[in-house]
């Protein structure tokens, strides 16, 4: 039996490698932000002391040379972080176009023989790359979620679900990458159905009780959270999550994750500016170029956090903090679930809403990794549920779907 899939490969072009440098800069502030933020929010919410003596040591002297850079370039640096944003934009677009193409992914053939597999990947790139295993080797298919990136700035701007061959020796083969869960679930069923020796299926990263899941859900993850309400009228359940004031920590946090590294650039490179001023002159005393006393107040210190980015240069300031308004409205919307005998409705707030019959529901999982959400796969759909209020609002969504799912069926039966 014989299996067509493929696999995402973007080759570099020219204006991706030109880019590249730009790229570089930009994640190397993305790494800093998210580790301050990483640190922040253990110790604030944990009470965690968190030690990186070498990584802090590193990035200090990063911090320093790119603080003196941004000095001698105090009087470009309004056009310099402009041009940032637009070349960012532009590597999301041509991005994004790239991956409509199809020379952007390779062919993967997949030939299941009576005791082995064949698999063989052809790429404009690599060539043809041949494998074969004995049937014996595979150990389970899997289902994992995979982000796609943008070129050089290395922004998210799509997700793909591979279907993969775990060998028992932990060695995984991606054979095909799918747009949406339901239809990697189904080209994974169909390939273990024509193998000599039967294998499980299994989402990656994902808890629940669902024999697709990688992991089933701990005892500790099994008590009410008392963060989903259940009303139940008749046949009909309705479940749905609602941000409380006590979640205004996790909600800032979301916010401040996703959203605030505009924000965080506009501020810190003020900062870098006055800095790499007091390195500069620390520096020329130092070398005897200059011998000037350098005397400062709190109120200088502070002034160092005020994004001033000069006249007619708000602008920036007022989007950054328009855009963390928005994805806080997005993130706060109310999640709702619709369950009777008959179908799911998945809502949020206002807004659209997807169905899936609750016939054709094939799991309920909790994927984990790399964003948390809840899976409901149907056979024609998915539907996914993210940007719950807190971490335990996952498992108690997932256990408290199952629960009425159960119940209608149960009610229907009679």
């Not at 855009?323 to 993130?331: K, P, R």
Request: charged share 15%; with cysteine.
């Amino acid at each position: 039996m014989d299996f067509c899939g493929r696999i995402y490969s973007p080759q570099n072009t020219i204006l991706s490698k030109l880019l590249l440098p730009f790229g570089e800069i930009k994640n190397l502030f993305q790494r800093l932000y998210h580790l301050i933020l990483q640190t922040m929010w253990r110790e604030l919410l944990s009470g965690e002391k968190i030690d990186y003596e070498y990584v802090n040591l590193f990035l200090f002297i990063i911090f320093c040379i790119l603080s003196l850079l941004f000095y001698y370039l105090r009087y470009y640096h309004q056009p310099i972080l402009i041009t940032f944003f637009i070349l960012w934009l532009i590597d999301i677009a041509t991005s994004k176009k790239k991956c409509q193409q199809s020379n952007a992914f390779s062919s993967v053939f997949t030939t299941l023989k009576e005791d082995t597999v064949q698999i063989i990947t052809q790429s404009s790139q690599q060539g043809s790359i041949h494998l074969e295993y004995d049937q014996r080797q595979l150990a389970f298919l899997a289902i994992a979620q995979s982000q796609i990136y943008s070129q050089s700035f290395q922004t998210v701007i799509g997700t793909l679900w591979q279907v993969i061959f775990e060998l028992a020796d932990g060695t995984r083969i991606i054979i095909d990458e799918k747009s949406s869960p339901h239809q990697a679930l189904s080209q994974a069923k169909q390939i273990t159905s024509e193998l000599a020796i039967p294998i499980p299926i299994h989402f990656l990263d994902s808890k629940g009780n669902s024999h697709y899941t990688a992991s089933e859900l701990p005892v500790e993850q099994q008590t009410p959270s008392h963060q989903i309400n259940v009303t139940h009228q008749g046949q009909q359940w309705h479940i749905y999550s609602q941000w409380r004031l006590r979640d205004t920590w996790q909600l800032l946090k979301q916010i401040v994750s996703e959203i605030g590294f505009i924000l965080f650039v506009l501020i810190i490179t003020n900062f870098m500016i006055k800095f790499g001023g007091i390195l500069h002159s620390l520096l020329a005393s130092y070398f005897g170029f200059d011998t000037q006393t350098i005397i400062l107040s709190i109120s200088d210190i502070i002034s160092w956090f005020n994004p001033n980015i000069g006249e007619g240069g708000y602008l920036e300031l007022i989007i950054a903090i328009t855009l963390m308004m928005i994805q806080g409205i997005i993130i706060s919307q109310t999640k709702h679930l619709y369950i009777d005998e008959n179908c799911l409705t998945y809502r949020v707030s206002n807004n659209s809403k997807q169905t899936v019959p609750t016939s054709e529901i094939e799991t309920i999982l909790w994927i984990t990794f790399p964003k948390p959400m809840i899976l409901i796969v149907g056979d024609q759909t998915t539907i996914g549920i993210q940007k719950l209020p807190t971490q335990q609002a996952y498992p108690e969504l997932l256990l408290k779907t199952e629960q009425a799912l159960q119940s209608s069926q149960i009610t229907s039966s009679e």
